[in-house]
């Protein structure tokens, strides 16, 4: 028997305890807790096949009040002795997609970035467009090609045409970037025909997770009029291994910005809440932004209330990204299309002048969020490679 030691800084304390996918050498995938520097199994230290599967989704199918259980059981057991072998250090386990994607939405829910975004695309319009301030603009995802952190991100082709040529060309994207995004999970669905309110948020939603959303910009800026993102976006989204518990991010909770034109009512909740949460994005090892959740004009409550508005239902698994993280500073931005507005003005990695990602080139989003007291909150984080096109025949 063993106890588990977590240091008093560590952002995996007990306020936290994320659920994730791991595996070791030769033994099957399964779902554990991470504790400090530990994977706890939670097969064998609660003796509940529910954890014995490569996925959390037969656990979040089970509903709010067994999330709230487990919980509760999980910190009874961390209190005392565990089996040694239910423990296992972060260092010798693989982790895996923690979830079987079923629907994958992304929101555009910052003014920030929405304002750029119009600008850099759409340098002859109003730069928000006039729905945005009514309802949180989104558009449907590609749920088959969410992968964990750590997966290699290979150079996606596609057709691009840029404003100085006459016609499109097939070929890899010269423009290649990131979006820093929060992602939530559907824990419990809603059937078809029925909408979730804002306030019916906390017994669906079961955890939030990093997400780097990879965007092709030359794909992205020929190919998005008048349907939106498509191939520019579709072939890879990066998610983190642990899906922070919604519990655990209480402590976190901010008043979203004002929100004027008050929103229709099925958009209202008594006091939109956001979260205080700053992520850190490094290209190459050096930090070039940090994001503040904070500022996001939409909160994840009317994110999900209004994509089940027209009764379309959600399933467990379902994954809704908040859209790119962007404040008002230079260096809160969460996309290099933003940070080197449009490729124009470059930023320096490492000695170098950079605008959009290079083969080799490696992305990593970390953030914390705070807890009770003195504690921090991890989510970890979401990183990955790009890796050179190798189906490159149009
Ligand atoms: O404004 C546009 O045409 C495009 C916007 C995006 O690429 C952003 C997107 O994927 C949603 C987001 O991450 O905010
Ligand atoms: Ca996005
Ligand atoms: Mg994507």
Known sequence: ??????????????????YGVFSTPGSARRVGVRVGDVVVDLA????????????????????YDRWVAVRERIRDLLHGEVDDDVVHPIGEVTMHLP?????????????????????????????????????????????GTVVVSGTDIMRPC???KSPDEDVPSFGESRRLDIEAELGFVVGTGSALGTSVSCGDFARHVFGAVLVNDWSARD????????????????????????????????????????QEPRPLPYLREEQAWGLDIELVVEWNGQEVSRPPYRDMYWS?????AHLTANGASSRTGDLFASGTISG???????????????????IEINGEERTFLRDGDEVTISATAPGPGEARIGFGEVRGRIVAATNTAG
């Open 158 to 160: 596609g057709q691009r």
């Open 219 to 258: 794909i992205q800026a020929w190919e998005y009029v008048p349907l939106g993102p498509f191939l520019g976006k579709s072939f890879a989204t990066s998610i983190s291994p642990w899906v922070v518990p919604m519990p655990a991010l209480q402590t976190a909770r901010t008043e979203t910005p004002r």
């Open 99 to 143: 979830i079987e994607v079923a629907d994958y939405v992304d929101f555009y829910a910052s003014e920030q970035h929405a304002t750029n975004l119009g600008r850099l695309f759409r340098p002859d319009s109003e730069p928000l467009l006039p729905n945005w301030k009514h309802l949180p603009v989104g558009y449907h995802g590609r749920a």
């Open 44 to 63: 064998r230290a609660l003796d509940d096949e529910v954890f014995a599967r490569p996925s959390l989704n037969e656990f979040m199918a089970q509903g």
């Open 328 to 346: 008002a500073e230079k260096h809160q931005r969460g996309a290099f299309i933003e940070l080197t507005w449009g490729g124009r003005e470059p």
């Open 300 to 304: 994840p409550a009317q994110m999900l």
């Open 1 to 18: 028997m063993t106890t588990i030691t977590i240091a008093d800084d560590s952002p995996f304390g007990l306020d936290n305890l994320p």
